[in-house]
């Protein structure tokens, strides 16, 4: 019998170069797999997928993150940062019953 491996969504304080953020991402997401999670990450998933020349698509990316990281059994915050963005899933995840934690274990709402 197999078991469910636990799905954690990836947030950061995202560097607004896009080869950046999904460098960092790749790194993050490495880690949770070393960890045994399945990392759900906006970042690589949609990249590519919606054109930045839509004018709709900042929207469209974060209602199909928001409901990725209602599906999770975890919010991993990853980096030193902690900007809007990155709490505004902090709230979504308390709201929909998503324990949010770090890489290291501990998270620290600034």
Do not use: Q
């Not at 490495?30 to 960890?35: R, Y």
């Not at 991993?76 to 709490?87: A, K, L, Q, S």
């Amino acid at each position: 019998m197999s078991r469910t491996i636990p799905r954690a969504y990836v947030t950061a304080a995202w560097s607004k170069n896009r080869v950046d953020a999904e460098s960092e991402a790749r790194k993050y997401c490495k880690e949770l797999v070393k960890a045994g999670y399945l990392p759900l990450c906006p970042v690589l998933a949609f990249s590519g997928i919606i054109s930045d020349k839509d004018p709709d698509a900042e929207k469209k990316r974060r209602e199909m993150s928001e409901d990725l990281l209602k599906r999770a059994r975890f919010l991993v915050v990853c980096g030193d940062e902690i900007n809007d963005d990155v709490r505004e899933d902090i709230s979504i995840a308390k709201h929909s019953k998503v324990i949010p934690t770090t890489l290291s274990g501990v998270l620290e709402c600034r």
